[in-house]
């Protein structure tokens, strides 16, 4: 089994990054490959509601020049997900948002790609804003149909300097007591596929509550 962990932090190797490694940590001692991508550093334009993914659906964002429609095949690839961010302005970072926003939106109109996969999400904060990130990257594996693990507290984890995260020894315990869980359901799933019948996918109902 794979778990591909997006890191969303402009930092290739900050805080938000050794966040991911704590979780890796315990996905790996259960056998279960993690990748890290680095998202936070690169040029990705928000989406442009444009609807190309709707018309074409093939698996694609129609906006060409970055690494999103790469990042989709991986996560659709995968057997769990793990979104990571910074805070920025009580907030995940802006360049994470844009490709959460395209990535998430492609796999919806195109049968529900990330459907039944393990997800979950960690952040990493200096002092403020850490659950209302931690809830926005939430909101995506919701939306998804993902079955999300939980921990011992919220999924946040306190620092500022690289690597200060090391010092919060709650924070570290919430990342392992996630990776240790993660695991377990996403074993749970693997088991369970030819055992269980997984329910059918239905379409959606759109309602405007404008009159």
Known sequence: MKVVA???????????YFALLMVAKELEKNGIDVEIVHVGNKLIRGCLACGGCVRNKNEQCVIPGDDVNQWIQKIKEADGVLLGSPVHFAAMGSTMKSFLDRAFYVASVNGGLFRHKVGASVVAVRRSGGIPTFDQLNNYITYAEMLMPTSNYWNVIHGRAAGEVDKDDEGKQIMSVLGKNMAWLMKLVENGKDVVEEPSSERKIYTSFVR
Request: proline share 9%.
């Open 6 to 16: 997006f890191n969303g932090s402009p930092r290739e190797q900050g805080n938000t």
